[in-house]
């Protein structure tokens, strides 16, 4: 993509993402994020034709990076369902300390249409290291598919009811675990595990990093 291309494909998703982060999903039109990103509608639809598109490269670009942020960290466990799980809770982490992504991460977990883009992203990444293939990846789509459905609802509702996102995440990867039945024994070793390799990691040089490779990210 050329230079000129690239930076407008940047103004844009940093129009939009802050958008979506202020305003929500649905309020937010077409018009507005041409208008913030000093366009015209019309060469804002030749890059993104429909508002579905920004807020799925959005997700996708946000997955994507932090992902690889993980990958950096080599001394930790090769089994897929501590990888998914430390990651996990380093991303609520980050996301604590950052005001409009926490914004935006409830906008796009609220709508069933943008958690299935979460939760496909999320199945493909864990199918790729998971090596064993110990389970189909419907099932693993299930499993995390039932897990995130309710994690979500408790993350946004974490205020009202009391709960912090180191409770949200051990729940939810002893959710998916279960579904897979697998034995408390190997539920109790992940979650010991991922509270060890956690330790190792740093929420807020997480949340950096991610800024640095996604400069639409940038206020």
């Not at 103004?11 to 077409?30: C, R, V």
């Not at 799980?85 to 935006?104: H, R």
């Amino acid at each position: 993509m050329a230079a000129k291309n690239l930076q407008k494909r940047t103004d844009i998703l940093h129009a939009a993402y802050h958008l979506f982060a202020e305003f929500g999903y649905e309020a937010t039109s077409l018009s507005m994020i041409a208008g913030e990103a000093d366009i015209s509608k019309s060469l804002l639809q030749s890059y993104y034709r429909k508002k579905s598109d920004l807020i799925k490269e959005l997700i996708s670009d946000i997955l994507r990076n932090s992902y690889s942020y993980m990958e950096h960290f080599h001394t930790l466990s090769a089994d897929p369902f501590e990888k998914i799980s430390c990651y996990n809770t380093l991303f609520f982490a980050g996301v604590s300390t950052d005001k409009t992504l926490e914004q935006f991460i409830t906008v796009s977990v609220s709508s069933p249409e943008l958690l299935d883009i979460w939760i496909e992203s999320i199945t493909a990444w864990l199918w790729d290291f998971s090596g064993s293939r110990k389970y189909s990846y419907l099932k693993v789509r299930a499993a995390i598919s039932f897990s995130m459905a309710g994690s979500m609802h408790l993350y946004i509702r974490r205020n009202e009811l009391g709960l912090d996102y180191i409770q949200i995440c051990e729940n939810h990867i002893r959710s998916i675990l279960g579904y897979l039945r697998e034995s408390s024994g190997t539920i109790e070793k992940i979650c010991a595990e991922t509270n060890r390799s956690l330790t190792q990691l740093d929420a807020e040089d997480f949340i950096r990093y991610c800024k640095r490779e996604l400069c639409w990210m940038e206020s």
